[in-house]
């Protein structure tokens, strides 16, 4: 029997929704989609836009092959089952297919055929054994998001973002969290159109030194990376809305934080601070920043911080996690902080 999935919004989502405008929408629309209620699936295919098929009943795929046609609205499928090779002449009969995940397989590679759907938009291939890009999957015109690894679902296989990285001309948003990569060339900085890219806790230790290129991203997290060093032209990203840089505990780049000074879009910052005693004075330079998350905060000095707070005019919300602050200070920051909200954990 075909099951009705209903998954929490995930990181993409939020980070779509508030920030990657043209991408955001999508993923917006077929997430909201995935949580609907809908009728048992076997008898109502033809109201069903929303499927998983899970890989513990191997004949529910094979059933879904036999009567795919039935299904004329579906725009979301999930599978997360090895066997999707029964698929092969089905792709091109789901015209209205906007969102494809394929998760939580052994899959080293992504069948080809599935560029017959000509119509997807996002590509969700988290947690899988994928040991490379699916670069032939470029030939979906309409595809502007692709997630191959999130901290929420898992990674793949994948070292290498190589030159055919151009061939996704439309791509707007690129996860590749938890995935082995330890190379991103060059070229990868002319993708004119990319404004969310995440890659998080992989083993890359340099960015290219073309980097401050990619002048459209607007949501940029690179955290927990052994990272030696931030390119010269990181200071060039000034339409960041979103910057993740916490957990570089090898980046010689952050005992300076100056090329936070051209990023006036700045809304969300997420920064390790283990050994300082005060906050960046930068951070007082952005108009627009309105939520900080500060991690490994153990040795902040208390009525600096609080000082330094008051001066980021816009703030709203402030995070620190494994802080010092007793839970007197924390109280007094409550109190002389308000209403700005404030977190400690």
């Not at 960015?207 to 052994?226: A, D, M």
């Not at 032209?233 to 000074?261: E, G, H, K, M, R």
Request: contains cysteine.
């Amino acid at each position: 029997m075909y099951k009705n999935f209903f998954f929490l919004l995930t990181t993409l989502f939020l980070t779509l929704c508030s920030i990657a405008a043209q991408a955001q929408y999508t993923a917006d629309y077929y997430y909201q989609l995935n949580q609907e209620n809908f009728k048992d699936t076997k008898y109502t295919p033809q109201r069903t836009r929303s499927l998983v098929i899970y890989g513990d009943d191997p004949q529910e795929i094979i059933e879904f092959s036999l009567n795919h046609k039935l299904y004329t609205n579906l725009e979301v499928l999930q599978l997360m089952t090895d066997n999707i090779t029964v698929l092969d002449t089905v792709w091109k009969n789901l015209t209205n297919l906007k969102m494809l995940r394929i998760n939580n397989t052994n899959l080293q590679t992504i069948p080809k055929n599935i560029a017959q759907s000509t119509n997807i938009v996002y590509l969700n291939l988290e947690n899988n054994a994928l040991t490379e890009i699916p670069y032939h999957l470029s030939v979906l015109p309409h595809l502007i998001a692709l997630d191959l690894g999130s901290t929420l679902n898992g990674g793949n296989k994948i070292k290498v973002i190589d030159e055919r990285i151009l061939q996704f001309k439309n791509l707007k948003s690129l996860y590749i969290s938890l995935n082995p990569l330890d190379s991103i060339c060059p070229a990868f900085c002319r993708l004119k159109e990319l404004v969310v890219f995440n890659c998080s806790q992989t083993n890359i230790k340099t960015l290219p030194t073309n980097f401050g290129n990619l002048r459209q991203l607007k949501s940029l997290r690179i955290s927990s990376n052994p990272l030696t060093k931030l390119p010269a032209t990181f200071a060039a990203l000034d339409s960041l809305v979103q910057l993740d840089i916490a957990y570089l505990p090898n980046c010689v780049t952050l005992s300076n934080y100056d090329f936070l000074n051209n990023f006036k879009q700045l809304n969300v910052i997420d920064v390790s601070l283990a050994s300082e005693r005060v906050l960046p004075k930068q951070l007082s330079n952005l108009p627009n920043l309105t939520h900080l998350n500060i991690y490994g905060a153990s040795k902040l000095d208390f009525e600096s911080t609080i000082a330094q707070l008051k001066l980021i005019k816009n703030l709203q919300y402030a995070l620190f996690v494994n802080h010092n602050f007793n839970a007197k200070q924390r109280s007094i920051f409550n109190k002389k902080m308000f209403p700005v909200e404030i977190q400690f954990i």
